[in-house]
């Protein structure tokens, strides 16, 4: 799997999440992950929104487009109590 994101965009997301998008790449090998197509920001392309486990163990949403297998991060943070409870039943 290849990974990118804007430099730019990967500041802003660690300032206002504290979430790193190196840390949001790994949630992508969560066996148990669950992504959902973002109807509401698929504009000019298909955007999903994963709930998945990082490798550092904080369970995350991110939201990635897919380019040619090439996934590209838009935006990542800590999933809500909800969220949690939603991917704990495995949904």
Do not use: C
Not at 18 to 47: G, K, N
Request: glycine letters at 4%; proline letters at 2%; aromatic letters at 10%.
């Amino acid at each position: 799997m290849e990974f990118e994101w804007d430099e730019a965009k990967r500041t802003w997301n660690r300032q206002l999440h504290d979430v790193d998008f190196e840390e949001a790449a790994t949630a992508f090998f969560d066996p148990l992950a669950v992504i959902q197509v973002d109807e509401v920001h698929s504009h000019d392309e298909h955007r999903f929104r994963l709930l998945s486990r990082s490798r550092g163990g904080r369970l995350l949403v991110t939201i990635f487009t897919d380019r040619e297998r090439r996934y590209r991060i838009i935006s990542s943070r800590p999933a809500t109590t909800r969220e949690t409870r939603d991917y704990e039943k495995g949904i």
